[in-house]
């Protein structure tokens, strides 16, 4: 278990179920309050992502989760489970070394899905290489747990670079 984990992390780790009925219960809030736990959400996976937390990351994803990776990462077809996105993202950390995303907005279109917009940058100090863009997250709950994300390129295409001199 990660030691640097806020304590809402480390519930959704231990508990993926009593997060859940949290969720479930958020949903039924004013709008405004709503949007705070969903902004305050969003920025706990931002830091546990840039942590390289993936179990917090993806705590409350359904085991079948349908998840489409980032078009800059991924052109197949959609994943299909929890463990495929642990794998997929497992294998991209192993060969980025240095991975970054940005929340750079967050928007409920109705209760149940999220649109956020984020910026990832990936680095890989061995190969030298880097890859920055922007995505737009759509991601749809049931129950309190995730059971469809899918993220499409934002604006202009992904910029990758080879080896950087100084």
Known sequence: MKTNRPL???????????????????????????????????????????????????????????YVPPPALYQGAPLQGREAVFTFWRDILARYEDSTIANLSLEEAVPGRIVRGARLCHRSRAEGAQISYEIVQTTELVGGRVVRQVNTQAGAEAMASGPRRS
């Open 8 to 66: 809402a992390d480390r519930v959704e780790v231990a508990a993926p179920g009593l997060a859940a009925l949290i969720a479930r219960a958020l949903a039924h809030l004013p709008e405004p309050l709503r949007r705070r736990a969903l902004g305050a959400a969003f920025d706990r996976a931002r830091d546990a992502f840039n942590r390289g937390d993936l179990e917090a990351v993806f705590a409350l994803f359904d085991a079948e989760v349908e």
